[in-house]
């Protein structure tokens, strides 16, 4: 092994994925912000600002999973609600680096089947869950913003 095998390896187990704790709320809740006005600029940020302190409320409660970095700063977490994402969020300068893959694959890991909604107009979140193997199974319309939207399933037997 080259050193910068030896080096990605440290790294790798020098960042967690741990279940969110109370001190984590405003890093999450800044995440959740920002990355839902950069993923989903075809709303507008006022209205995710005006959901904020709803959000903010609700997050301790959710069942969340954090990923940190071996400094210990939070870059993204998963929140589910039993087999439903309920959303996958990753701080917009840390994305693109597997943090939401990784996120992905805990709930993967702990549940046979997962079920998600992604906005039709978030291409790159459509694409992503493609290539993790979720299906579109309907289209709506979400009912807060007007927006359509697919919802999408995976199942571990590769039968959607």
């Avoid at 005006?50 to 069942?63: D, F, I, K």
């Avoid at 046979?112 to 107009?121: E, F, P, Q, T």
């Avoid at 199974?137 to 007007?146: A, L």
């Amino acid at each position: 092994m080259d050193w910068y095998t030896g080096y990605k390896s440290a790294e790798r187990r020098r960042q967690m994925i741990r279940v969110f704790q109370t001190g984590d709320l405003e890093r999450v809740a800044e995440i959740w912000l920002e990355a839902n006005a950069q993923a989903h600029n075809f709303i507008s940020r006022q209205y995710w600002e005006g959901q904020l302190e709803t959000v903010r409320a609700l997050l301790p409660r959710a069942e969340l999973y954090v990923w940190q970095d071996g400094d210990g700063a939070v870059h993204g977490f998963i929140g589910l609600s039993g087999e439903h994402i309920e959303g996958i969020f990753v701080w917009p300068p840390a994305q693109s680096r597997g943090i939401g893959k990784a996120l992905l694959d805990r709930a993967k890991a702990a549940h046979g089947r997962l079920s998600l909604n992604v906005y039709r107009k978030n291409d790159r979140a459509a694409a992503f869950y493609r290539r993790e193997g979720f299906r579109v199974r309907e289209e709506g319309v979400d009912e807060n913003t007007g927006e359509p939207e697919r919802r999408m399933v995976w199942e571990a037997d590769g039968i959607c």
